[in-house]
């Protein structure tokens, strides 16, 4: 006898990057209010409706219900493990670059681009984002005014100078 599959099981995803800003903690906390509040009670109310119908085996009304109430337990689980384990981000001054700092950096070519240093949740490259995991990110860390680094990206060793830590 073969044993069904679950979308559930197997191996789990790494855990995401506890390192959040305040506002990234409200705005995950308002989510997981909203699942567990309203749309979890939703989600049981239909179970519960099409339970009442008979034959579990045959009722793929059920068993369609069944599977996005597990789902959605699954992603409150972790939510709620992402948010007890969340770390938030505290500017701590502006001589040393550290995780929520914007970063001035000149290129190679002298051109001037900043970054906003954060965890990988937060993370968008489109408005100069970086998480503190990236190349760039993790190059940066630790360092102080005028001091270069040197990163590879892409397969190439890019140079880079501070010039402005806020």
Do not use: C
Request: charged letters at 30%.
């Amino acid at each position: 006898m073969r044993l069904p599959i679950r979308k559930g099981s197997g191996p789990k995803p790494p855990l995401s990057d506890p390192k959040m800003t305040q506002e990234k903690y409200d705005e995950l906390s308002s989510k997981l209010y909203f699942w567990k509040k309203i749309k979890r009670p939703k989600e049981a109310t239909e179970v519960k409706r099409l339970a009442e119908m008979g034959d579990f085996s045959e009722n793929a009304g059920y068993q369609l219900a069944k599977g996005r109430l597990r789902g959605l337990n699954r992603r409150i689980d972790e939510l709620q493990n992402l948010l007890n384990k969340a770390e938030i981000i505290e500017i701590i001054g502006n001589e040393i670059v550290n995780i929520g700092n914007k970063v001035t950096v000149l290129n190679e070519d002298n051109k001037e681009k900043s970054y906003t240093i954060l965890g990988s949740s937060e993370s968008d490259p489109f408005k100069n984002i970086i998480s503190h995991t990236s190349p760039l990110g993790s190059a940066l860390l630790n360092k102080k005014n005028n001091e270069q680094i040197e990163v590879l990206i892409n397969n190439k060793n890019k140079k880079f100078k501070i010039i402005k830590i806020e």
